[in-house]
């Protein structure tokens, strides 16, 4: 196993992920922006039940 | 070896990651149950059971077709079956409400009514139900969505709405 | 890792050669009928055509290629690279080989039993083969056999990581080993419900043995492994993407304890979740699909962590290979590699499919989008794109480390990953378009008579994304095949397993401890699917005799 390493060698090349920070903001926006437009889709189609 | 220090590794963006992604997930699930609940945009119940093989003893089957049930409200019944539904077409005239009832005497069939929400599974011995309001005179296709054999592709009907 | 690398016997690498040589066989026939259906959509009907009378009809083409691509590339890979994964990951040989070739044996033999009703027009009933439509019986008992023989690879993987539980009993199970695991795991209470439908149902009926089925309860069957059936075509796939491709880049994996976490909620959540299917079914009340809802939106929380996770590794790799700024590192990635190129290709419509994936999630959203094009359009991102071009890309680099001989023409392979994605992309996007203005899947479009003039365009592209797919396709088999005959490599290929950021033994323990878990497992099932098979079994009307409709 891997004897060498030391229990705390995490902060080896340790550095927060900006980047992929950035990435993920996009993809949510996007997730929002096509989910959002297939719900309206739905509304604009009207309603299936009538009490 | 077994004292290392455990820990999850969880980089603060990360965590802030996925505390947004949690929220934006109940903010959906939100106004699906509003459109659900409030408006009226809803899914199939089940309704009824019928024997696919003898739809005739099944009362309401035994005459496919549309009925009134009151002015302007409409129940229509309509039976799927290899390639073809039973009626082919309905006339109502506009600002009906007609609520479906779909069944199949053989396999299985979908029932998507065009520019509407209205679309369902259809399973033999079960009867399929959802309603829908016409606001405006045109054509409005029903096509059946899950294959049901060779013909499929021909298999349709449509709903008339007459000013 | 960087000690005592297990070195695979040729005979293991064999074993698992065998099931890829079956898996590619059955892509390069699967695959097709793809394009072919995707041009009969544009009005280019080449079925009569070129396919008569071989291939029977549009449906026993769509048959064949749901069960060949969905079905048997799939299960033929992943049985393969699990085998693999196993075997690396413990450094150690299975324990009972002879085990994991009689499931390998019983998979072929499930493979041609299933095949040969199919080709000759007997069973073009559909990959998910719902009832009452009635196929020969050799083609539910083929079924059956294959999802048998990947159970006792499985079997094998348990018995062999027993034995490796029992010589190292402090040390967390390796990341690969461990996530081949868990999809095994996975798999097993997923195929309970076809296991149900198949031997209980289907073959007797099939058979004469019984008269007549109920098929809403068959659809609750089917489902109950329908869904996370794209779960354990998924898992191989986000194991190389954990695992394998921050190693690939140049990195390291960013969190081992997040992957393994996320790996546990996939085992959890997988399964109970299958009414997500049933949405628009009259026989399933409306309350547990919301239930069902409510479990897939948790579903959608792991695969956040992973889209974060892998991202960020890949972020780490750019960074060590001196990208800077916020996104500088991605250009620095290794795209001319066609192994790396694959993958993040593949991640990138994996997000779009992901994306769908929550709409149709989305309870009454799926009003809109149940049985249109939209549904193809979604899953060729997720299992035809996320899955399939991953597994493309890891084969560009076991294809070479199991034959010890060099890639045939890397730039074709790269051609070959970009044309997969420029073709699904134009493919997909008109798929999911037009399915939203209404089009229904499984069906010859070419020959509706109900299509509107705005559809035409939609389905050009449907089409032409098409066509260039079967480009994508024959080349990818051309590399695969040309592989088979080019010079030794000097060095041998050194599987590409990434080290985590963080020692693995610092994952928590209860990340590797299995009974609480698997407790919560059935826990779950029983909430989610009990009441509602307890309902529908007891009030079942086995009433549907079977139909032969094509
Ligand atoms: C080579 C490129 C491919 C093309 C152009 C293609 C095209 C299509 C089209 C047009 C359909 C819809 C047919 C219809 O609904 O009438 C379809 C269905 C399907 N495809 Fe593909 N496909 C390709 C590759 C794949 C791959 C690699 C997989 C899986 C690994 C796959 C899995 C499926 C499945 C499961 C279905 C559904 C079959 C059914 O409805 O029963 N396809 N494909
Ligand atoms: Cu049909
Ligand atoms: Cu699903």
Redesign the interface.
């Known amino acids: 196993m891997s004897n060498e390493k030391l229990p705390d060698n995490g902060n080896e090349d340790f550095e927060h992920p900006k980047g992929t920070a950035v990435i993920m903001a996009i993809f949510m926006l996007l997730i929002i922006i096509l989910w959002g437009s297939v719900y309206l889709i739905m509304l604009s189609r009207g309603v299936t039940f009538y009490g | 070896?077994?004292n290392?220090?455990?820990?999850?590794?969880?980089?603060?963006?990360?965590r802030?990651?996925?505390m947004?992604?949690?929220l934006?997930?109940i903010v959906?699930?939100g106004?699906?149950t509003v459109?659900?609940l409030s408006?009226?945009?809803?899914?199939?119940?089940?309704?009824a059971?019928v024997?696919?093989?003898n739809l005739a003893a099944s009362g309401t089957f035994a005459e496919p077709g549309l009925k009134e049930v009151a002015p302007k409200r409409y129940e229509a019944y309509i039976v799927a079956q290899?390639w073809t539904f039973n009626p082919r077409e309905i006339t109502v005239p506009v600002g009906s409400?007609v609520?479906f009832y779909v069944t199949s005497k053989?396999?299985?069939h979908?029932f998507?009514l065009?520019?509407?929400?209205?679309?369902?599974?259809?399973?033999?011995?079960?009867?399929?139900?959802?309603?829908?309001?016409f606001?405006e005179p045109g054509e409005f296709?029903f096509?059946?969505?899950?294959?049901?054999?060779?013909a499929?592709?021909?298999m349709?009907g449509k709903v008339i709405v007459v000013p | 890792m960087t000690t005592n690398v297990y070195q695979l016997t040729a005979k293991e690498k064999r074993f698992i050669g065998w099931h890829f040589i079956v898996a590619v066989s059955a892509l390069a026939l699967g695959s097709l009928f793809g394009p072919f259906q995707a041009m009969e959509h544009a009005g280019w009907d080449f079925y009569e055509k070129f396919l008569n009378p071989i291939f029977h009809s549009y449906y026993a083409g769509l048959t064949l290629h749901g069960v060949l691509n969905a079905l048997i590339w799939t299960t033929f890979f992943i049985t393969g690279f699990l085998t693999f994964t196993m075997i690396f990951g413990l450094k150690r040989p299975l324990r009972y080989p002879k085990l994991n070739q009689v499931g390998f044996w019983m998979m072929v033999v499930g493979l041609v039993t299933a095949s040969i009703p199919i080709l000759l027009n007997q069973a073009s009933v559909l990959y998910t083969f719902y009832p009452p439509m009635k196929a020969h019986p050799a083609f539910y008992i083929g079924v059956t056999l294959v999802v048998v023989g990947s159970w006792i690879e499985g079997w094998g993987f348990y018995l062999t990581y027993y034995q490796w539980r029992k010589e190292h009993p402090n040390t967390r199970t390796p990341l690969i080993a461990f996530m081949s695991l868990i999809t095994m795991v996975m798999w097993q209470f997923a195929t309970l419900g076809a296991a149900a439908e198949l031997l209980v149902d289907l073959i007797p009926w099939s058979l004469g043995l019984r008269a007549g089925l109920d098929p809403q309860l068959d659809r609750t069957y089917f489902w109950w492994t329908g869904h996370p059936l794209v779960y354990f075509w998924l898992l191989p796939a986000y194991m190389s993407w954990y695992a394998f491709l921050p190693r690939q880049a140049g990195g390291k994996l960013f969190s081992d304890s997040l992957a393994r976490f996320s790996f546990w909620l996939f085992l959890l959540l997988s399964v109970p979740v299958g009414f997500h299917h049933q949405y628009v079914d009259p026989g399933v009340p409306s309350g547990w699909k919301t239930v069902h809802s409510l479990l897939t939106y948790s579903v959608f929380f792991p695969s956040m962590i992973t889209a974060f996770t892998v991202v960020s590794s890949l972020e780490n790799a750019g960074r060590k290979r001196g990208g800077k700024g916020l996104l500088g590192w991605i250009a620095k990635l290794p795209w001319n590699d066609p192994s790396v190129l694959a993958q993040l290709l593949a991640g990138i419509l994996f997000f779009f499919g992901g994306i769908g994936g929550l709409i149709n999630a989305s309870y009454n959203i799926n009003l809109v989008t149940h049985n249109t094009a939209w549904v193809p359009g979604h899953f060729h991102l997720t299992v035809a794109t996320g899955v399939t071009l991953t597994f493309m890309g890891i084969l560009y680099w076991m294809v070479p480390y199991l034959t010890g001989k060099e890639l045939w023409c890397k730039k074709c392979a790269v051609i070959q990953v970009w044309l997969w994605f420029i073709g699904m992309t134009i493919f997909s996007n008109a798929m999911h378009v037009v399915g939203l203005l209404g089009a229904p899947r499984r069906t010859p479009l070419g020959q509706a008579p109900y299509i509107p003039e705005e559809w035409a365009g939609h389905l050009l592209r449907v089409g032409i994304g098409g066509f260039i797919l079967l480009i994508s396709v024959y080349l990818f088999v051309a590399v695969v095949i040309g592989s088979l005959f080019t010079k030794k490599l000097e060095k041998e290929v050194e599987p590409p397993v990434a080290d985590s950021l963080l020692d693995p033994q610092t994952t928590p323990r209860w990340l590797d401890r299995w009974v609480p878990w698997l407790v919560g497992v059935v826990i779950l099932l029983i909430i989610a699917y009990g009441p509602q098979l307890v309902y529908q079994i007891s009030t079942a009307q086995f009433t549907s005799p079977g139909f032969r409709v094509w």
């Open positions: 070896m077994a290392k220090r455990e820990s999850m590794h969880i980089d603060p963006y990360e802030t990651w996925i947004i992604s949690i934006m997930l959906f699930f106004a699906i459109a659900g408006f009226g945009v809803r899914v199939p119940d089940p309704v059971r024997d696919p093989n290899t409400i609520k053989d396999v299985q979908g998507k065009q520019n509407t929400n209205v679309n369902m599974q259809i399973v033999p011995g079960q009867v399929s139900s959802l309603a829908v309001k606001d296709d096509i059946c969505t899950e294959y049901c054999g060779i499929h592709a021909a349709y």
